[in-house]
């Protein structure tokens, strides 16, 4: 199937503007959601066999395999239905925040096919919490879910920083009674300012604020708490990961996810202008070897869902190795094709069992 991609659907997708082409993309995979025949089929397919693969239990949740779909490829939960479907063990949305807005002017989105990279400044582009929370009102519930569903948020580019909390409170209020899951994202480059939630003082803020009202949620009326986790930039140091790693402790946050898009321009990227985050092979290294930091930092106690730079079932396994209980794809599927998850799966379960 990668081959057939390769040679047939990717020098065509490749003609077109790359953010025309990730629309085309999220177009299609929506239109196989609302084909539950097709869905269950493919399913079926790529589905890993319980000989085969154990499913992997975390966050008080079971995941079918430990290949996600990362967030920024569905913006506005209007796809991720079909995400068992091509293979992926579970899906995060986003990041939505609370206030609808376009997002940074266009061209936004470069490929750089060569080194299997994309430079992004998407600017949290998405319909809102209100608008997004009421879709998913309408799709498939809790509990009756084919693979689980992280919810990223973050803050409207309106909002100073000093009010992030509040801005985060809304989309959380709104989107946490949908979500298996849900992410905090600070450290998006693309958004000015929102990096400065990961200093201490403002996380302390965010997290007080966001982890009482899951508090409250939980005591509500057939309520219970989700798991919150934390998204972190590659561009952190050791020290500030540290001070991230504690306040994540004190507050009891489930989860780290590690890492988003960086800002450095490491090898041949060091005479590009462009910018925004750069994602895919460049930034592997880096990502994992700050999983395997917060694994070792933590004694392993913390799940990590390492993202950044995975195109083979190598590069998934060596983040798994560093200490991740799950990993996330997106731009390697833009290279490797819709059905690069259930590839990577199939790899990591023939690799354990071997």
């Known amino acids: 199937m990668g081959a057939l991609y390769a040679t047939f ?26 084909l539950s025949p097709a869905c269950r089929f493919l399913e079926a397919i790529h589905r890993l066999s319980p000989s085969s693969f154990r499913p992997v239990r975390t966050l008080g949740l079971e995941f079918p395999n430990a290949v996600g779909l990362g967030a920024g490829f569905d913006k506005n939960a209007s796809a991720w239905p079909a995400a068992a479907a091509l293979g992926f063990g579970h899906v995060e949305i986003g990041t939505i925040t609370a206030r609808a807005q376009p997002g940074n002017p266009r ?30 009102s309408r799709q498939c519930p809790k509990g009756s879910r084919r693979v689980p569903l992280g919810i990223n948020i973050g803050k409207s580019k309106v909002t100073e920083i000093d ?13 946490a009674p949908h979500a298996d899951y849900v992410v905090l994202n600070v450290s998006s480059p693309n958004t000015p300012g929102l990096r400065q939630l990961q200093d201490e003082s403002r996380l302390r803020e965010l997290l007080a604020a966001v982890t009482a009202a899951n508090a409250r ?9 989700v798991s919150i986790l934390l998204k972190i930039a ?8 540290d001070a991230a790693i504690g306040v994540v402790s004190d507050f009891g946050l489930d989860g780290i996810i590690a ?19 750069l994602s895919g092979a460049p930034l592997c290294k880096r ?11 933590t004694s392993g106690r913390l799940p990590i869902i390492g993202v950044g730079g995975i195109t083979d079932v190598e590069g998934a396994a060596e983040k798994l190795d560093a200490g991740a209980t799950l990993v996330q794809v997106y731009t390697g599927m833009i290279f490797r094709g819709p059905f690069f998850a259930a590839g990577l799966a199939r790899g990591l379960a023939d690799r354990q069992r071997r």
Do not use: K, W
């Not at 096919?113 to 582009?125: D, L, S, T, Y």
């Not at 898009?261 to 925004?276: C, I, K, N, Y």
């Open 259 to 277: 890492t988003n898009t960086t800002l450095a321009r490491p090898g041949p990227f060091a005479q590009v202008s462009q910018e925004g985050g």
């Open 287 to 297: 990502s994992t070897e700050i999983v395997r930091y917060i694994a070792h930092a």
């Open 217 to 225: 949620m939980a005591q509500g009326i057939g309520g219970s708490r």
């Open 163 to 175: 009010h992030a909390a509040e801005d985060y409170l809304a989309s959380f209020s709104r989107l």
């Open 107 to 136: 061209p936004r989105v470069f490929r750089y096919p060569q080194q299997e990279a994309v430079i992004n400044r998407m600017g949290f582009n998405n319909e809102g919490s209100e608008a997004v929370a009421a879709r998913l």
């Open 9 to 34: 659907l990717r020098p065509f997708l490749f003609r077109l503007e790359p953010e025309r082409a990730h629309e085309l993309a999220v177009h299609s995979m929506a239109l196989l959601g609302h």
């Open 234 to 241: 590659p561009d952190l140091t050791f020290p500030q990961i």
